[in-house]
């Protein structure tokens, strides 16, 4: 086989942000700072230089997730804990609607403890749902809504025909590929005698001749990277699947898995009781991650540093691996807020919004009570300027909210460079670049793993908030916002646009500042404004 069909195999499945082991030299980068270290980091250890000896307040920081490990050892200590509410007792003894919500609450789950697992991504459900409304008649609308969510409509129609008509033509290839991948891996889990193997079991050169071809098949598909064939055949395997479900749904009403299972009406936002307490299950790694990013427990020779000294976590479950409900993004928020967060992180995102009125609402709601909010701008390497991405910094009537920071990620010469591949950018709705590729980060059962994503650099740029928070609470969430967007460092360098391998482009034109976060010029920043 040609090195460029395993090339294509690998890519069409887009940037695996797998890998089980931290580079030594690049251990904790995103913490380090540049004129010390070398690193394009946060220049955390600077900024805590800065902070010796000043008091410290405790930040309550909401993390909008798939749910976490509160078993984790290096995070468990910093879970948040519903001062009004006695555990297990099956009462809302502080009233709030939501019976025993100790540690969070979790929209995504039925009264009986069952989780929800599963989800279809929203272009293919707002395409159903209006199809009859809108498809094939001339539509005028009548208001601002109705505008926006035609449009929204027309977004969801192309998404899905272009999904079905990649799909329809690549399906035999991604099905040989798939079979492929499942025999090499099989011949050689029998060949090194092992059910998991990595880049470094591989030495083609002095393979036998029987397990020579499938060596070099998998050494294309590593290409360098660390992660293990049973990592990438589950990953290829789902993405096989999608590929078909692409091709069914087209023509099908996809089934209402979140409805069945909660018994709630997405689409009916004055229901607001439903969901339970159970923030553990069908978590995966990704809740635990951000959260450790944030606040793991610094200097404890544990796992990893969080960024921030003195927080609380509230974790509220309200995010699968396919597109969240707006209505579930909207009670989240409302839920984070009126139960005392000050920072709210949010490691997720959807190209389309239907209901992007009801988070819009909430949104106000957290400017209205000075809550911060932090986004993450999107892993697809795409102009946001131009392919939406939600939740976003602007209000439906094009206002901009002031407490709202979107991310993007950034790198290193070390990790591949300033302006990672597949961070999502745009000059108006990206507002700063943080660290966001090769991170080492928690994971459940108390390990840690080096993963790369806008989903990280988002918590690295809450827990900062959080930070600033903590030791200078008079400052506002406005000016908190504005302080981490003019303290980052401008970068001025030309850098290869995400997304695109062969086109370079100034970094100023990938965000709104063009800089990279730095927590030390940040509190200097936050000193002076704050009068200290």
Not at 90 to 100: F, L, V
Not at 112 to 132: C, I
Not at 399 to 428: C, E, Q, W
């Amino acid at each position: 086989m040609k090195k460029l069909f395993f090339l294509l195999l690998v890519t069409a499945i887009g940037y695996c942000s797998l890998g089980q082991n931290a580079n030594t030299n690049t251990k904790g980068w995103h913490l380090k700072d540049k004129e010390n270290d070398g690193y394009q980091g946060i220049s955390l250890q600077k900024a805590y230089a800065l902070l010796q000896g000043k008091k410290s307040h405790t930040v309550v920081v909401a993390v909008i997730d798939s749910g976490i490990d509160t078993l984790q050892n290096d995070i468990k200590d910093v879970f948040w804990t519903n001062p009004g509410e006695i555990p297990n007792n099956n009462i809302d003894d502080d009233k709030n609607g939501y019976i025993d919500d100790v540690q969070g609450w979790n929209f995504l789950g039925s009264p009986s403890g069952e989780n929800l697992s599963v989800s279809v991504p929203e272009a293919y459900r707002t395409y159903h749902r209006f199809k009859d409304q809108f498809e094939g008649k001339k539509y005028i609308a009548q208001n601002l809504q109705d505008s926006f969510l035609y449009n929204e409509w027309q977004r969801a129609a192309k998404i899905i025909n272009d999904h079905y008509q990649n799909a329809n033509e690549n399906i035999i290839n991604f099905r040989a590929n798939l079979q492929i991948i499942q025999a090499s891996n099989n011949f050689l889990i029998k060949e090194f005698g092992k059910p998991i193997f990595t880049r470094k079991d591989l030495h083609p050169q002095k393979a036998k001749d029987s397990s020579r071809d499938y060596q070099a098949v998998w050494l294309n598909i590593f290409d360098g990277r660390d992660f293990s064939n049973t990592d990438f055949v589950t990953e290829y395997e789902n993405f096989v699947k999608k590929q078909e479900t692409y091709i069914t749904q087209k023509t099908t009403t996809p089934i209402d898995f979140r409805d069945l299972l909660l018994k709630d009406d997405a689409y009916d936002i004055s229901k607001t009781r439903f969901g339970n307490t159970n923030l553990q299950t069908h978590s995966g790694y990704h809740g635990t991650s951000t959260s450790g990013i944030i606040g793991a427990i610094r200097n404890n020779q544990l796992g990893i540093d969080g960024i921030a000294d003195n927080v609380r976590i509230m974790m509220v479950r309200a995010i699968l691996g396919e597109d969240e409900y707006d209505k579930d993004v909207a009670l989240a928020i409302r839920y984070a807020v009126d139960n005392g967060a000050q920072v709210i992180n949010m490691s997720f995102g959807k190209p389309i919004s239907p209901d992007k009125s009801w988070v819009d609402d909430a949104i106000r709601y957290a400017q209205s009570k000075d809550v911060v909010l932090v986004h993450a701008s999107g892993n697809e390497g795409k102009d946001i300027d131009i392919d939406f991405f939600y939740p976003n910094a602007f209000y439906l009537d094009g206002s901009r909210m002031p407490h709202f920071i979107n991310v993007g990620a950034s790198g290193d010469a070390a990790t591949g460079g300033l302006a990672v591949s597949f961070s999502n950018y745009g000059k108006k709705m990206v507002d700063v670049f943080a660290p966001g590729i090769d991170i080492e980060c928690s994971i459940a059962n108390n390990g840690t793993q080096v993963a790369s994503g806008t989903s990280l650099a988002s918590p690295i740029v809450a827990g900062l908030a959080a930070l600033i928070r903590s030791y200078f609470p008079s400052l506002t969430a406005p000016q908190i916002v504005d302080i981490i967007k003019t303290s980052g460092t401008t970068i001025t360098k030309d850098v290869l646009l995400p997304g695109n391998k062969d086109k370079k482009v100034s970094f100023q034109q990938l965000c709104e500042t063009g800089k990279i976060v730095n927590a030390y010029k940040a509190i200097q920043m936050a000193a002076q404004l704050a009068g200290q």
